[in-house]
């Protein structure tokens, strides 16, 4: 087993081990709760907490591995309920139902020990950061080339350690994983030696690292034998480098976590961090609320692109609150799955009704939820990344910039934290188009585009504002430290070759950054950074100004 994995199992020991202790309390809630409902068989509001009380031990019990406190409690729950619903307890009935589900509780008290198998959940809340740098291998005997190539990729920011002699690639693997492998198709060794020793590898280290051969020969035979050897890629010398970049981050997102953003509302603190950890394993971004009336601040805070909510809860119903949360047209789309121990079909048709995309029963394998989660916000992920993003660029369109900022404002507001706003333009873009062409120009744009994603951190957001302009929106960060950062980028793209049919030429642009204290204002921030820029472009270009 991983350490990760090892990581994990602790850490849903540790719940369990929380749940096994707390479970003298919550037989104690249920058996002083039904107390009242035999004293008082009219009290409504009482039957409602008692229900309330079974469905999540129901849930919870099984969930932590105590299947038969799960599946009394959830027999306890089906006597109830006709009485939840109007019918008239007799006297003799409530009372054998008194005294079988204190005999039964008593019981499992004194008998049940905590299980073998545990689960569980780090309370760590904060999204993860990216550290490290992405390793890239370039294995080549040709050191101009290699020199170029690994000049360009740095200014991406990718770590490129470079290997000349094909022997020792597998040593270099052994020692330390890269993310990607460029390679040389032919060597000394053959013609197609590079192909043959990534499929021995492959072999023998039982892992498959995204691979792009490089050649000079543009033949089929060549392609395909790089095909044969799982090629990720494919290029003939001289290499464009923009365009092997653009490969190498395709390649990256598809190994990369999701990260999706995913609200747990349960009012079952333990349960709903067994739920969270599972998800966390994954790799999705998890919040957890366990106060429902706290849902909007959260749902605008958190952006999440799945909710995740048990039926019964205090305060309100998880039907009422998917209810309030699709009042809101800009949360209409956002996927709600309901995981509940709740097996009645009506109820669950009516979480349906009430907006809910997916019904899940507790308890539920690991695997199934990490799966039904990911599929669903990867699907709502997709819609939006086709209203939100510009098609060329893959960055958030003007529309959404503009929403962007104003929700990150509403954000720093509350929070007292800073904010800053660079709008940048790409420097004499029209004579790009009109000496190179507009391919040309499309792929500038998408250079820089790129460079902006993996120079900045995650947590900032970038857009494409129109035409050559880009935003740049920097949480918790003052203009000052926005402009130092952002100048290193601009220094970072002038130094960038971009290719096409007559050659290579470089580029540049200006920039100009202000914060929250010149306006609170969306708009008249955008106003403020965009007069900053143009003073960039009036002093002469390719520099970055302070408002």
């Known amino acids: ?229 799982s090629g990720d890629g494919y290029f003939t010398k001289p290499v464009d480098v923009v365009a092997l970049t653009e490969r190498i981050e395709s390649l990256l997102q598809l190994d990369e976590n999701k990260g999706y953003r995913v609200l747990i509302i349960d009012d079952d603190a333990v349960t709903s961090k067994f739920y969270g950890a599972i998800l966390r394993d994954a790799g999705m971004n998890v919040y957890l609320l366990n106060d429902p009336t706290q849902i909007l601040t959260v749902m605008t805070d958190f952006r999440p692109e799945l909710l995740l909510m048990d039926i019964y809860m205090p305060v309100c119903s998880g039907v009422e609150l998917s209810r309030l949360i699709r009042q809101d047209n800009s949360y209409v789309d956002v996927p709600i799955v309901f995981l509940s121990s709740e097996a009645d079909l009506s109820k669950q048709l009516d979480a349906v009704r009430a907006g809910a995309d997916d019904f899940i029963t507790k308890p539920v394998a690991p695997e199934y939820l990490k799966s039904s989660i990911a599929s669903r916000a990867e699907r709502y992920r997709s819609l939006r990344a086709l209203i939100m993003r510009d098609g060329l660029t893959g960055l958030f369109n003007h529309t959404a910039i503009k929403e962007q900022l104003a929700s990150e404002i509403s954000q720093a507001g509350r929070t007292g934290s800073p904010l800053a706003l660079a709008m940048i333009d790409l420097d004499n873009f029209k004579t790009i188009n009109d000496t190179y062409g507009h391919p040309a120009g499309d792929q500038v744009l998408r250079t820089l585009a790129r460079l902006l994603r993996q120079r900045l951190r995650r947590s900032d957001i970038v857009g494409r504002y129109g035409g050559e302009e880009f935003a740049v929106i920097f949480p918790d960060t003052n203009a000052t430290t926005a402009r130092r950062v952002l100048d290193q980028v601009r220094l970072a793209f002038t130094k960038i070759q971009q290719h096409c049919e007559g050659g290579h030429f470089s580029v540049s642009f200006s920039g100009g950054v202000a914060d929250l204290e010149s306006t609170l204002d969306a708009d008249e921030l955008f106003d403020i950074a965009d007069a900053a820029m143009y003073v960039s472009k009036q002093e002469g270009r390719n520099r970055i100004s302070l408002a």
């Open 1 to 229: 087993m991983s350490d990760k994995n090892d990581s994990l199992q602790e850490k849903l020991l540790a719940l369990e081990a929380i749940f096994f202790q707390k479970l003298p309390s919550k037989f104690e809630e249920i058996t002083s709760t039904l107390q009242k409902v035999v004293e008082s068989p009219t009290d409504k509001e009482s039957m409602v907490v008692l229900h309330r009380h079974l469905h999540t031990m129901a849930g919870s019990a099984g969930t932590f591995g105590f299947a038969d406190i799960g599946t009394q409690a959830r027999v306890f729950e089906s006597t109830l309920k006709p009485h939840l619903e109007g019918k008239a307890w007799d006297p003799a009935e409530l009372q054998a139902y008194s005294e079988e589900v204190n005999r039964y509780f008593e019981y499992a008290l004194k008998h049940d020990s905590k299980p073998v198998n545990g689960v569980a959940e780090s309370v760590q809340e904060e999204e993860r950061e990216l550290s490290d740098p992405h390793l890239i291998y370039l294995v080549d005997e040709d050191e101009a080339q290699n020199q170029e190539i690994t000049t360009q990729l740095e200014h991406f920011g990718y770590e490129v350690v470079r290997i000349n002699h094909l022997a020792a690639l597998a040593k270099a693997v052994a020692t330390r994983r890269p993310h990607v492998i460029v390679i040389e198709l032919s060597f000394p060794e053959g013609k197609v030696a590079g192909a043959e020793e990534i499929s021995r590898i492959k072999q023998i280290e039982r892992f498959r690292i995204p691979t792009v051969f490089v050649s000079r020969s543009s033949s089929f035979d060549s392609r395909l034998l790089a095909v044969r050897a």
